[in-house]
Nanobody, 114 residues
């Protein structure tokens, strides 16, 4: 059984920052990729950022230069630092890992509004 627990969502004003964190626990032998997806109302879930075990990163064009993903391979955690948030970043953010299968967190709401 694999569990992903997210934290750090909330409501902020445009231009502010948030930091999302996700801890993976359970029967995990090796995590290859860790990342964050998001889903806004009425839209499909989309990739925000992903990081491989050796630190290669990939970002959605819409967040490049504003968001930074990082991970701790010992603690099985992945973080997403989100700066200069915009209203269009409003969505439910899901933690994701690939470890002999794909696993998802329950989601955390991020709302950016003035």
């Amino acid at each position: 059984q694999v569990q992903l627990v997210e934290s750090g969502g909330g409501s902020v004003q445009p231009g502010e920052s948030l930091r999302l964190s996700c801890v993976a626990s359970g029967s995990i032998f090796s995590i290859s990729a860790m990342g964050w997806y998001r889903q806004a109302p009425g839209k499909q879930r989309e990739l925000v950022a992903v990081i491989t075990r050796i630190g290669n990163r990939n970002y959605a064009d819409s967040v490049k230069g504003r968001f930074t993903i990082s991970r701790d391979n010992v603690k099985n955690t992945v973080n997403l630092q989100m700066n200069s948030l915009k209203p269009e970043d409003t969505a439910v953010y899901y933690c994701y890992i690939r470890a002999m299968g794909d696993y998802w967190g329950q989601g955390t709401q991020v709302t950016v509004s003035s």
